[in-house]
T-cell receptor, first 114, second 115 residues
Framework: EPEVTQTPSHQVTQMGQEVILHCVPI?????FYWYRQILGQKVEFLVS????????KSEIFDDQFSVERPDGSNFTLKIRSTKLEDSAMYFC????????????FGQGTRLTVV | AQTVTQSQPEMSVQEAETVTLSCTYD???????LFWYKQPPSRQMILVIR??????QNATENRFSVNFQKAAKSFSLKISDSQLGDAAMYFC????????????FGGGTRLMVKP
């Protein structure tokens, strides 16, 4: 069964460093998302991506964040200068299309900023 | 802004028994969708069941069913004949039509199943 794959499963980085989280969505899906979950808190929407551009973003998704779909298969989230409060579980999701279709989630990348 | 609330951080059920997980939400929209996602330990979230707000009939998927009360903005999940494999975090989620399909999640309920 097709699935969304995220790498790495765990990333430790120093404060101020750049980090790139990787996702391979399901191949025929058209919508892509990043969510994050700070420990003990809710899963929060960060950004959605469709037709090679950002379609929606939350107030969390500030200038430190960017997304790319560089080669038609990968979907990356970059944090330019990590802060301690960026420590969280980051989930990638993809969807074929339409509100009534299912969003498929990856297993997440646990980012720890030290 | 829409909010989703799950008031039960943890629930426990005996194997083969029935359990209900609660979810309430707040929205001023009339056209939206509600979901329950299951997240087993160290695994990805998977969709359990979905409900379209315009449908009066409660959704059912095998042992999983919902009680959708639109006026009360309540969307509970009932798991019948609970199995050990049902142990997981359960997230209630909302999405509004024409809002980029982004999901708003509740805080989650950890379900434990006792043998």
């Amino acid at each position: 069964e097709p699935e969304v794959t995220q790498t790495p499963s765990h990333q430790v980085t120093q404060m101020g460093q750049e980090v790139i989280l990787h996702c391979v969505p399901i191949s025929n899906h058209l919508y892509f998302y990043w969510y994050r979950q700070i420990l003990g808190q809710k899963v929060e929407f960060l950004v959605s991506f469709y037709n090679n551009e950002i379609s929606e973003k939350s107030e969390i998704f500030d200038d430190q964040f960017s997304v790319e779909r560089p080669d038609g298969s990968n979907f990356t989230l970059k944090i330019r200068s990590t802060k301690l409060e960026d420590s969280a579980m980051y989930f990638c999701a993809s969807m074929y299309g339409g509100v009534n279709t299912e969003a498929f989630f990856g297993q997440g990348t646990r980012l720890t900023v030290v | 802004a829409q909010t989703v609330t799950q008031s039960q951080p943890e629930m426990s059920v005996q194997e083969a028994e029935t359990v209900t997980l609660s979810c309430t939400y707040d929205t001023s929209e009339s056209d939206y969708y509600l979901f329950w996602y299951k997240q087993p330990p160290s695994r990805q979230m998977i969709l359990v069941i979905r409900q379209e707000a315009y449908k009066q009939q409660n959704a059912t998927e095998n042992r999983f069913s919902v009680n959708f009360q639109k006026a009360a903005k309540s969307f509970s999940l009932k798991i019948s004949d609970s199995q050990l494999g049902d142990a997981a975090m359960y997230f209630c989620a909302y999405t509004q039509r024409n809002a980029g399909n982004m999901l708003t999640f509740g805080g989650g309920t950890r379900l434990m199943v006792k043998p």
